[in-house]
């Protein structure tokens, strides 16, 4: 199942030419693929029915986002943590790595692109709009033009084309094979939509269409696909972490995709999704465990401090690092006020001080729920 064919250039390397995209003789995938495929959708139709018993679903799509924005960014290098993006977020450290900006450039980027996705179809202008808000004023080891598809010729490992591990196609090919993609995006075929995500990403990591910022955009259409082919009524999968997990074997399953063996990166690719699958309706479990846990605790206060306290629970599930202005902000109380109730917090075994060695600039850590993601 051929989806391309290297072709030597006149500058004298060899670039990979996609053919017309999808083949003419569509997938032919075997039996136990299509099986696998069954569970993983059966797998994403049980997330998406118990992601609904969550209080507030959409705390839980935060962090998911701020996981896989960490991830999705750590694949191309970047250090940072989704803990230093939290506490970038909520204010409350100083010292964060300097490329913490990628993963808060990502979140952006995500959120910005299922907001769009309410009035605006998925299309190239819709990927060229992410990717401005992904890449427009971040980091950049070198010039990305972000929101506009590349002019020149880029390569993926080695120091020029000649010696690179792979060559996209240049741009008068790639101009077609986006044209195709994009076609292939709203053809109603027999593709299972789990399956039609995973070619969309391999193909897309294929045509390689930006100078910079092509992973990151290109885990990013995985999620939205997945929203819009109704799979998920909200975004709650994301598969950066697998990705990172396994991080050698992604690159050697698209590489496996760009010499023809489609069916061994989908392989891969729906190990993913049932894997995260799983994992994220055990959080779902453990979150409505350690909510009920600490509401039973906040409900053995005194009325007064019971009323005051249970209103900043939900808040932390969103943003569970925080120091005494961001409680100011989120209750109004002087900060005398805030104070004692993240030591009513800590006292209860809710908040606990992420760093016990600082007297001041103090922040508090709502280490049980970190940890349910962290895991």
Avoid: C
């Amino acid at each position: 199942m051929e989806v391309g064919r290297l072709q030597k250039q006149k500058e004298g390397f060899e670039a990979f030419i996609p053919y017309s995209f999808p083949p003419k003789e569509q997938f032919p995938f075997s039996a136990e693929l299509i099986q696998k495929a069954s569970e993983a959708t059966l797998l994403i139709g049980k997330l998406d029915g118990i992601t609904k018993l969550l209080p507030d679903l959409d705390f839980f799509i935060f962090m998911y986002i701020r996981k896989d924005a960490a991830a999705s960014s750590q694949i191309e290098g970047t250090r940072a943590t989704m803990i230093d993006a939290i506490e970038a977020e909520s204010q409350t450290s100083e010292k964060l790595p300097d490329d913490v900006d990628d993963i808060l450039h990502y979140i952006h980027a995500l959120n910005y692109g299922l907001e769009r996705l309410k009035d605006f179809p998925i299309s190239l202008r819709f990927i060229k709009e992410i990717h401005k808000e992904l890449m427009k004023g971040a980091r950049s080891t070198h010039h990305s033009d972000p929101g506009n598809f590349r002019t020149s010729q880029n390569w993926i490992g080695g120091t020029s084309p000649q010696n690179a591990h792979f060559v996209p196609p240049p741009p008068h090919e790639m101009n077609k094979a986006l044209n195709d993609f994009e076609k292939f995006l709203h053809t109603n075929d027999t593709l299972l939509p789990i399956v039609k995500a995973g070619i969309l990403h391999s193909q897309f990591e294929t045509i390689h269409p930006f100078l910079d910022g092509n992973g990151r955009t290109g885990r990013m259409l995985i999620t939205v696909y997945l929203h819009l082919a109704r799979l998920l009524d909200r975004p709650t999968l994301f598969l950066s972490w697998y990705f990172k997990k396994h991080q050698k074997e992604y690159y050697n399953r698209l590489d496996l995709y760009h010499d023809g063996k489609v069916e061994k990166w989908l392989d891969f690719f729906l190990d993913g999704i049932k894997e995260i699958a799983n994992e994220a309706i055990a959080t779902v479990d453990k979150i409505n465990d350690l909510r009920d846990t600490d509401m039973l605790k906040i409900q053995s206060l005194g009325k007064t401090a019971s009323e005051s306290s249970i209103k900043i629970l939900p808040e932390l599930f969103k943003l569970p690092i925080v120091n005494v202005a961001k409680i100011q902000q989120w209750t109004k109380f002087t900060r005398q006020g805030a104070q004692k109730v993240i030591d009513r917090f800590i006292k209860l075994g809710i908040l606990q001080q992420k760093d016990e060695n600082k007297d001041y600039g103090r922040s508090f850590v709502y280490k049980k729920y970190l940890d349910i993601f962290k895991d």
